[in-house]
């Protein structure tokens, strides 16, 4: 177990370098011009040698990433071209954000997504079933910004034209300055992205409670005469879980590079939005910072979804 | 009649493949079927883009700043000139979705074929010959799938610039792995198999082994995560397009129409629902059409 | 005249995952005369399907060498192993794994041709039907999927495809292992009426020594990786002389139930060995109702023992004489 551990770890570390080396060359394939955006339109050539190495853009790409990786290793992802705030204070002002929208977001859908897919398993090929089916299928279709845009038009620009103030248009309010308008603010992006994901979950929880559902030891719980929502719930349930959990893992890595649209739409200062601000500015430190912010997020994930199957099923630690 | 008798030599009897029996099931698929129509039609739409230009008169990229726009300057509504009303530099806007539609389908099926022929191609390398081949895939794909895919999508194309052909290839760079991975895993349980080693004991090469007698055996789940991944790649076109980073303008194309439109959706609704509406039929089609592939390729599945 | 294949003594090893070898075949010699079918037979598990790949070449050898047509094929290059896969054909043992399922029987039973491009199109189509006019399937049915057709007729599908190139030498690996007693029987008459018809050598595979009996010329006996004991059909089982051999022909069923009475059931001790660390010595000795201290330590030559010809030959010391009673030499060990 603790060899499958090592092994897996120092796995999880060679994929984060691998995409260190690839994001990093990815931005040096296209020369930027960071230096000459910086100084200005009527800068020197002086000017801008001067900005370029005081930004370390004269040195040679292998001793910028050696830097970077020696900074990176001590937990220093270096400082923005623009006002030179620390990349991990910037990512670290923006996580809250994200992280609230995530979690939120995750509960949401994943409630969501589990109770249509035991209600559609269970009465399969059910009108209910159906319609639940169709219900996913429709929203797993909607391009993100589209929602996103159609909540805004609806929810809140129809609701507060009929004199119903009860969302706000965008932006973020902190935790810390009141849970009401914590709240307030995400309830139409956690829709947004729960609407969205819930789909998968359906469609897992129903496929996985179908199988399950099959078994001799349900018709054994059965036949013991207990409730049939119990059969369900505590039987059933359980076991079905599995694949949705996995899946769960996964998607909640790849969410924190997925928020990017939804933080767009809704004007959240989240990592997402953060993000697409640095790549229109070229900000380097930022991008890079950002990136292996999020891949480290999927690796994590991957890990302890690994891990976690491990734990339940020895066999995995064979491969 | 007896012409057709002669040609007739013997009775031909012809095998029913898992192919043919999946299609059967398949049309039997009402949902399926209407979603099938739905998608030929935005076909027709596409190819037949220039017939809606001549029809209504309204070339896709001229801009009627007299009749288009309000004397306000804003978009005008439908009306009997302009079906769909007009976007903000007073264009036509269903000239502009039948364009549309046209970079919408040519990117889902572009982006889509290069990624399954990459995907197949790897993920049966990867698998086939294993060894270190394997080992260098099996990472490359853990790396792929572990980037943040569209940050990184809108990042390279902001340093690229946009274009259609980045947007193909990005797409299609970041979503080989996915394939390669159902691919690799399918081809490690089937290279075991007897017919596999017949094949060798009859002198077949590598090659051979791999296009000839393996890869007909994992076409089942490439068929249906193919017909799944069109919407997902006709969205991510969409959404790239959103951000700014789609075809450079007037190019029209549905996702770049609705970021032009977000700021008038308070005054000119049309404007963001047209598009909006052509390109959630569009993934609603080709999802349910997917949908409609996986069942009838997997009919356990959907059993009850 | 030499022999069609010869083989001097080879070896073949497995790495495991942990790290530790496999000895699959362990030193085998064998040779296989024109127009012969010897039969190779063990239990489960004693290397005999190895030993068959690596005849067929299907593995590289771990040591040893592999002669056919007086030619060493031990370390053939690629290409001339395509040469040889034409005089080398395998039928397989199991009719379902061995068919490609998703490809149709004409194109399956085509291959060959194909492969080593010799017919294409309509004269393909054309030899292909012959071919499994041959093997007595309905050509009408070249279009068919293997799912479509019995375990008999697969096996019948196989036996085309084998003899689509004119193999010299066809290795049957348990040809019959997976089909009914009833098949069975079709299947071997019809691999015997081939033969004649088409001149072929059979190296013919197999657990059942009661299917080995009835098609083969020699019978070599293979125990842990080794040939135990090796003879003519009917010297085997009238003057037995290796204790595992006598083992494996007391479980054959008789027809008389008054033989079947009075016959000694010689029940193995334990399983076999595995065959990542053998036994030393004689591999049998662990499980040897006669083995003695010297079984232990030193490993029996494969030669004729007590009066036996050049062509009967066991690797024991303490072989059985004829009408010696095993079960007695139970008695006497314990």
Same mark, same amino acid.
């Given at each position: 177990m603790v060899v499958f551990l090592i092994r897996r770890l120092l796995h999880g570390l060679l994929v984060l370098w691998l995409i260190t080396v690839a994001v990093f060359a990815l931005f040096f394939i296209a020369p930027s011009n960071v230096a000459q955006s910086l100084a200005g339109r009527q800068a020197t050539p002086e000017t801008i040698a001067l900005i370029k190495h005081r930004l370390g853009l004269d040195q040679p790409v292998w001793k910028q990433y050696l830097h970077f990786v020696w900074n990176a290793l001590h937990g220093n992802l270096g400082y923005d071209y623009y006002h030179q705030v620390p990349v991990t204070a910037i990512i670290g002002q923006a996580l809250p954000i994200t992280v609230s929208l995530a979690l939120g977001a995750a509960i949401l859908w994943l409630l969501l997504g589990v109770f249509n897919g035991v209600i559609s398993a269970v009465h399969p090929r059910s009108l209910a079933d159906r319609g639940l089916t169709l219900f996913s299928l429709f929203f797993y279709s909607f391009p993100s910004f589209l929602l996103g845009l159609l909540f805004l038009y609806f929810v809140y620009f129809k609701l507060t034209l009929a004199g119903f103030n009860w969302f706000p248009a965008g932006g973020y309010s902190p935790l810390a300055q009141g849970i009401g308008g914590w709240f307030d603010h995400l309830t139409l992006p956690w829709l947004t992205l729960a609407l969205l994901l819930a789909a998968t979950y359906t469609r897992l929880t129903r496929g996985a409670m179908l199988d399950v559902l099959g078994e001799d030891y349900i018709r054994t719980a059965r036949s013991k005469g207990l409730r049939e929502s119990r059969v369900i719930v505590r039987h059933g349930l359980r076991s079905a879980l599995t694949p949705v959990v996995t899946q769960f893992g996964i998607d909640l890595g790849q969410l924190v590079g997925g928020v990017v649209v939804t933080e767009t739409v809704f004007s959240l200062p989240g990592l997402g939005q953060t993000a697409v601000t640095a790549i229109n500015q070229q900000d380097l430190p930022v991008i890079i910072g950002i990136v292996l912010f999020a891949s480290a997020a999927v690796v994590v994930a991957n890990l302890l979804v690994d891990i976690m199957y491990a734990v339940l099923d020895p066999r995995v630690r064979l491969h | 009649m007896t012409a057709i008798m002669e040609v007739v030599e013997a009775p031909q009897i012809q095998g029913r493949s898992p192919f043919t029996l999946a299609m059967r099931r398949l049309r039997r698929d009402k949902v399926a079927m209407v979603s099938l129509a739905v998608i030929a039609l935005i076909v027709l739409m596409a190819v037949f883009a220039p017939v809606f230009a001549h029809l209504t008169g309204? %070339? %896709?990229?001229?801009?009627?700043?007299d009749t288009g726009l309000t004397p306000d300057g804003l978009p005008r509504g439908p009306d009997g000139t302009f079906w769909l009303g007009t976007d903000d530099l007073g264009r036509d806007v269903l000239v502009r979705i039948a364009y549309g539609a046209r970079v919408s389908l040519l990117v889902g099926v572009a982006a889509t074929a290069i990624t399954v022929a990459v995907g197949i191609v790897l993920g049966l390398a990867a698998g086939f010959l294993g060894g270190i081949v394997d080992t260098v895939l099996a990472r490359l794909i853990d790396v792929v799938l572990s980037v943040p895919f569209l940050l990184v999508a809108i990042a390279l194309v902001s340093v690229t610039g946009p274009s259609l052909t980045i947007t193909v290839l990005v797409i299609g760079f970041f979503s080989w792995a996915s394939v390669a991975r159902i691919v690799r895993g399918q081809v490690l349980s089937l290279r075991e198999r007897e017919f596999v080693e017949a094949a060798r004991s009859l002198g077949a090469g590598d090659t051979r082994i791999m296009f000839v007698d393996i890869l007909p055996n994992v076409l089942a789940p490439v068929i249906v995560y193919t017909t799944l991944l069109v919407p997902v790649v006709i969205v991510t076109q969409a959404t790239l397009s959103f951000l700014g980073l789609g075809l450079p303008p007037p190019t029209a194309d549905w996702g770049g129409m609705i970021n032009e439109a977000q700021a008038y959706y308070t005054t000119a609704w049309w404007f963001i629902l047209f598009p909006g509406l052509a390109l959630l039929i569009t993934t609603l089609a080709f999802n349910l059409f997917g949908d409609g592939v996986r069942d009838a390729f997997d009919p356990r599945a959907d059993r009850s | 005249m030499t022999p069609l294949l010869r083989i001097e003594d080879v070896h073949k090893e497995f790495p495991t995952q942990r790290r530790e070898v496999v000895h699959a075949v362990d030193g085998v010699s064998l040779e296989v005369r024109r127009g012969e079918t010897l039969g190779l037979v063990g239990e489960t598990g004693c290397g005999k399907s190895t030993l068959a790949r690596c005849i067929a070449r299907l593995y590289d050898v771990t040591s040893g060498s592999v002669w056919f047509d007086g030619h060493d094929i031990t370390s053939s290059s690629r290409r001339e192993l395509r040469a040889l896969r034409r005089s080398v054909q395998v039928i397989f043992q199991d009719p379902y794994g061995s068919l490609n399922p998703r490809r149709r029987v004409g194109s399956i039973i085509g291959d060959p041709f194909a492969i080593h491009g010799i017919a294409a199109g309509p004269e393909r189509k054309k030899k292909v039907q012959e071919l499994m006019e041959l093997v007595g399937l309905n050509p009408e049915h070249y279009n068919r999927f293997p799912a479509e057709f019995s375990g008999g007729q697969r096996q019948r599908i196989g036996v085309a495809r084998a003899l689509a190139l004119r193999p010299k030498l066809v290795i049957c690996d348990e040809p019959v292992s997976a089909l009914d007693v009833s098949i069975q029987a079709q299947i071997i008459n019809l691999l015997a009426d081939l033969q004649h018809e088409f001149d072929l050598t059979y190296v013919f595979i197999s657990h059942d020594l009661s299917v080995v009996r009835h098609v083969s010329d020699r019978i070599a006996v293979m125990y842990l990786g080794k040939i135990v004991e090796v003879a003519p059909t009917e010297e085997l089982f009238g003057q037995t002389r290796h204790p595992y051999t006598r083992a494996l022909l007391s479980a054959l069923p008789v027809a008389d139930p008054d033989t079947a009475d009075s016959r000694e059931q010689i029940i193995l001790a334990g399983?076999?060995?595995?065959?990542?660390g053998p036994p030393t010595g004689c591999r049998f000795h662990t499980r040897c109702p006669k083995a003695g201290a010297v079984c232990g330590s030193s490993e029996p030559p494969l030669e004729p023992v007590l009066d036996d010809g050049p062509e009967h030959r066991t690797a024991c010391f303490f072989p059985l004489t004829i009408g010696e009673n095993l079960s007695a030499a139970v008695l006497k060990a314990s």
């Open positions: - | 309204h %070339p %896709p990229n001229e801009q009627y700043r | 399983d076999i060995p595995s065959a990542v």
